[in-house]
């Protein structure tokens, strides 16, 4: 999509920056298709110099982002580096950014959240962090009558974030159940694209098999002394 690019009135407009495609995919998936807790576009890029780019960090010309969500690991440029970035941009009004990591290291929460950031997620991204999205992001109402963004208020003595509970589950068995789950669903979207080739291999393989036989006679035809050369169709 172009940046500028207009989306309907209370679409949440999200920058997804992973360099993990299936990461990057399971989160496009679940952000689509959760509707509950309101409708996400989302821009997926697969690094964070892309997602300056994007954004007008380097050229100064600033496009419509609602939130960034980032992982935090990233080669070159790190999610924690983006997101300094991102603050530095526009201090009077930044653009909220959530944070994912695979880790749940309490400095690296803690460390984020001092920078600005809006929340911390710990991957796998699960159905029910959508909503703690939608509620950290700008394009919510004024008055939103969920709970407010789960993240660790920058004015008292920042303790360990409110979703440490969650980043406990995420590795637990139930999150490594979740964590299948979402690479069921990406292996199953590429398996329905890949099911219409299904029928020209099969072609290919009566074609190649056609041929051999052919071979075969007219090498039997040649030479009728000769033994069968492919013991397997012979037998």
């Given at each position: 999509m172009a940046g500028g690019a207009e989306v309907e009135e209370g679409v949440t407009r999200v920058l997804l920056v992973d360099d993990s495609p299936v990461d990057r995919r399971v989160a496009q998936l679940l952000l689509t298709a959760n509707s509950c807790a309101g409708s996400f576009h989302v821009i997926a890029v697969d690094s964070a110099k892309k997602a300056m780019e994007f954004l007008g960090l380097k050229d100064g010309k600033e496009q419509a982002i609602d939130m960034v969500l980032t992982d935090y690991c990233m080669p070159e440029m790190t999610g924690y580096d983006?997101?300094?970035?991102?603050?530095?941009?526009?201090?009077?009004?930044?653009?909220?950014?959530?944070?994912?990591?695979?880790?749940?290291?309490?400095?690296?929460?803690?460390?984020?959240?001092?920078?600005?950031?809006?929340?911390?997620?710990?991957?796998?991204?699960?159905?029910?962090?959508?909503?703690?999205?939608?509620?950290?992001?700008?394009?919510?109402?004024?008055?939103?009558?969920?709970?407010?963004?789960?993240?660790?208020?920058?004015?008292?003595?920042?303790?360990?974030?409110?979703?440490?509970?969650?980043?406990?589950?995420?590795?637990?068995?139930?999150?490594?159940?979740?964590?299948?789950?979402?690479?069921?669903?990406?292996?199953?979207?590429?398996?329905?694209?890949?099911?219409?080739?299904?029928?020209?291999l099969f072609k290919l393989v009566l074609l190649l098999y056609a041929v051999l036989c052919l071979g075969e006679l007219l090498l039997r035809r040649r030479s009728p002394s000769s033994g069968c050369s492919l013991s397997l169709w012979c037998a």
């Open positions: 983006l997101l300094k970035a991102i603050k530095a941009l526009n201090p009077l009004k930044p653009i909220p950014v959530v944070v994912m990591s695979s880790e749940n290291e309490p400095q690296r929460i803690s460390r984020c959240l001092n920078a600005g950031a809006e929340d911390f997620i710990v991957k796998p991204l699960q159905s029910k962090d959508v909503q703690r999205l939608r509620n950290c992001s700008s394009a919510r109402p004024p008055k939103c009558p969920s709970a407010p963004c789960e993240a660790v208020s920058k004015r008292k003595p920042l303790p360990l974030p409110s979703n440490h509970a969650a980043a406990v589950d995420a590795a637990s068995p139930s999150g490594r159940r979740a964590h299948f789950a979402g690479v069921a669903m990406v292996l199953h979207s590429s398996s329905v694209e890949l099911s219409q080739y299904f029928p020209l």
